[in-house]
């Protein structure tokens, strides 16, 4: 009778043993809940970034923010317009954290479809001067360009250039090189000159401009550069990064274009050159909203704006980091220091100035 009692205490022990074995083995190939719960708390979320930038330099930045933080990037690229149209349509099942986008105009035009949330963050106020950035936080510039007047250096003398304005006298008739009214970056060109002139001097503007057009409108600021070459103008109106990329193409004939070109900064008596920005924005149903502001604050960064400066010829919208040599070799200038959230409010009436001139 003992040894039964003994037998069965064994058995019981025995089985025990087996139960708690069974217990480890399943830990260990990662079917216990808890331990799988853990890990996934531990990996990061990926950001999600709505780009309409396509530059190299943005990609190299994105694996370095990766790289210093965690957080993964994925990044869905496409004409900004259609970014917008998507986030719209898709609401608060968008995926998108952040929207990068060029020109103040646009990013005021996602603001004011409710694209957008305002966030406030010291660290980017420090970096990014205000009048660069939406006074609410809705957008942050991120570079700026300038739009210039470009001149054929054998047929124009630097001494005979002023302003924007002056390129309406009888003198540049048939000898004026521009994109058409569709351009957001003419566009918003315009609606700097509302905010200085008022809408009749700036109506007067579009309408004199479009009297000495050399041709009618077409191709982008490169062709436009194109067209002086080919002696089809004499001058014409152009971002300044378009001139950078110009003199390091890949191809002879533009690197030999730009040559032939002087690069001049309108308004340096008055108000100052026109600029705008490239930038971003947390979305307003962003799922990360955290890891988009710290994003955002990063490519504001000392270390991120230098990339942007060297590798796209776009100035830094940090104070603290110089343009590129290529960029400085044009000399420095005033900019004309209005908020930027003016272009995007005065942009439908810029585009029904352009229609009512007829500049196409």
């Keep these: 009778m003992l040894r039964t009692f003994w037998q069965g205490s064994m058995i019981a022990l025995l089985a025990a043993g087996l139960v708690v074995s069974g217990c480890k083995k399943k830990s260990k190939t990662g079917n216990d809940n808890s331990s799988s719960v853990t890990k996934r708390s531990v990996k ?13 330099a943005d990609k190299k930045l994105f694996k370095l923010f990766t790289k210093k933080t965690g957080i993964p990037v994925v990044v869905t690229q496409n004409k900004a317009d259609e970014l917008m149209k998507r986030m719209q349509i898709q609401g608060k099942n968008s995926k998108a954290d952040v929207l990068i986008t060029v020109d103040a105009g646009r990013l005021v035009r996602a603001e004011q479809k409710g694209l957008l949330q305002p966030v406030s963050s010291k660290t980017l106020e ?6 660069l950035r939406d006074p609410k936080g809705h957008w942050f510039g991120l570079t700026r360009r300038a739009r ?6 054998d047929r124009v003398k630097p001494s005979e250039l002023s302003t924007y304005e002056a390129l309406t006298d009888k003198k540049w008739k048939g000898r004026v090189l521009i994109r058409s009214s569709n351009n957001i970056y003419n566009q918003s060109l315009l609606a700097s000159l509302i905010v200085a002139l008022g809408e009749e001097k700036a109506k007067a503007w579009a309408k004199g401009m479009v009297a000495n057009f050399a041709r009618s409108p077409k191709g982008n600021d490169r062709d436009q550069m194109k067209a002086i070459a080919a002696k089809k103008g004499d001058v014409a109106v152009v971002n300044t990064y378009y001139v950078g990329k110009m003199v390091n193409s890949k191809k002879k004939a533009s690197r030999e274009v730009v040559k032939s070109l002087g690069v001049f900064f309108p308004n340096q008596k008055d108000r100052g050159a026109h600029v705008n920005v490239s930038g971003a924005g947390v979305a307003k149903y962003a799922r990360n909203k955290e890891a988009a502001i710290k994003f955002i604050e990063f490519l504001a960064s000392e270390e991120a704006q230098k990339v942007f400066a060297k590798a796209n010829y776009e100035y830094p919208v940090n104070p603290k980091v110089k343009a590129s040599k290529l960029v400085q070799s044009w000399g420095s200038f005033k900019g004309h220091k209005i908020n930027l959230r003016l272009l995007g409010v005065n942009n439908k009436k810029a585009v029904a100035l352009f229609d009512a001139v007829g500049w196409r």
């Design 148 to 153: 210039v007047i470009v001149y054929a250096k």
């Design 44 to 56: 990061q979320a990926a950001l999600q970034v709505f780009s309409h930038r396509h530059y190299p």
């Design 126 to 131: 420090e970096r990014i001067p205000a009048n």
